[in-house]
């Protein structure tokens, strides 16, 4: 078993506030549609059982119970009346499919739907979809689906000598749900007409409703906080709106990013927002390892003897240390510069992790840390 330690010595901090802000970084210019949307025109998320046939003997097994009462029940459905206990189901698979309702769907518009084996289908290639009702939130049915699938993997062989390509037990319906209930949103029937940032900033909602008021050459927007602007449409006809909105949208407005690392810890994934940096300071990175091995000897006693064979571990322990180097940054160093440093002495994307997260917890990164 081998244990890794890593440790971190932040010293050397020579300004009182440590880790300060970069100089500030120009703003880039967006259309105000890539940062904001309307509230109450949203996508809605769709939900379904169904069954699948048509497979090649990669179906669910006969110890799925539901595969068996599912097909029992739409036979019986259509007449034929057999016991679930007699059905085979190697040829099905019971799955469940889901859609995204879009803003503003109408009957007969057609969806994308996904499927998914939830029993232990060992495939779905060259399975049909039939007929499944699509549910939203409120248990209404919105779409139905129906159609054959496309997979993106595929498995072949059988028992120890098989071969598996992505995710062969879900597929897609291209075009495959229709839409069978009107859940469009009435622009003129909504209590109020507001934009929604996508991400929490006064400065850039203050922004927004500068540009919308600059470009109607009145005060039609008022930022509410840092996350909606309310827009003033009293005296507008309903089919006036869509243009207002189509205007609003097109405007852009100057923006300044805010200073983010994003990190993942579990595969060292590392993204670096532009606008951070770090202040004058000294990192000290080494790696101790300690490696125990245990090997199982037999105690044989003598012919004769009244001795018992004994099994006897034999333990050893041995550790090894890394000199810790060292990695100085000056004032006005970005984390590219943080980074460049530590892949000089070797540190690995895990390594880079660890140091951002102590960085963060000492108070000295002055940017916000999202961890996935």
Do not use: W
Not at 115 to 125: F, I, N
Not at 291 to 319: D, N
Not at 362 to 368: F, K, N, S, T, V
């Amino acid at each position: 078993m081998i244990m890794r330690y890593l440790f971190l010595i932040l010293a050397l901090l020579q300004l009182p506030g440590g880790l300060r802000a970069a100089k500030e970084s120009a703003p880039r210019t967006v259309r105000i549609k890539d940062i904001a949307s309307v509230e109450g025109v949203r996508d809605n998320a769709l939900i379904g059982y169904g069954m699948v046939v048509g497979l090649n003997g990669t179906g669910d097994r006969r110890q799925t119970v539901f595969s068996t009462q599912t097909l029992a029940n739409i036979l019986r459905r259509m007449g034929l009346q057999i016991p679930a206990s007699s059905v085979r189901v190697n040829n099905i698979a019971a799955v469940m499919v889901t859609a995204t309702l879009p803003p503003f769907a109408r009957p007969g518009m057609r969806l994308d739907a996904t499927v998914s084996s939830v029993g232990d289908a060992k495939s779905l290639e060259g399975g049909l979809l039939l007929l499944t009702s699509l549910f939203g939130a409120d248990g209404q049915t919105y779409a139905a689906a129906q159609g054959p699938l496309a997979l993106g993997g595929y498995t072949a062989g059988g028992r120890g000598n098989s071969v598996q390509v992505n995710h062969p037990t879900t597929a897609r319906i291209a075009a495959g749900c229709i839409v069978e209930r009107d859940a469009a949103v009435e622009l003129a029937k909504l209590p109020r007409l507001s934009l929604l940032m996508r991400e929490s900033d006064f400065s850039t909602a203050q922004a927004v409703a500068q540009a919308i008021n600059r470009d109607a050459g009145r005060d039609i927007a008022v930022a509410i906080d840092s996350r909606r602007i309310d827009l003033l449409s009293d005296g507008l006809a309903a089919q006036a709106l869509p243009g207002l909105l189509a205007r609003v949208e097109q405007l852009s407005v100057s923006v300044y990013s805010r200073a983010r690392v994003v990190v993942n810890e579990r595969t060292g994934t590392i993204v670096l927002g532009k606008n951070v940096s770090l202040g004058a300071c000294s990192i000290l990175h080494g790696n101790l390892s300690i490696a125990i091995s245990t090997e199982l000897e037999v105690s044989q006693p003598a012919p004769f003897s009244q001795g018992k064979t004994e099994v006897v571990p034999q333990t050893s322990v041995r550790a090894s240390e890394s000199a810790a180097r060292k990695v100085e940054l000056h004032e006005g160093a970005t984390v590219d510069d943080l980074i460049g440093g530590l892949q000089q002495i070797g540190a690995t994307a895990r390594d880079v992790v660890a140091i951002l997260e102590a960085l963060k917890a000492a108070g000295a990164l002055d940017a916000e840390l999202e961890i996935l």
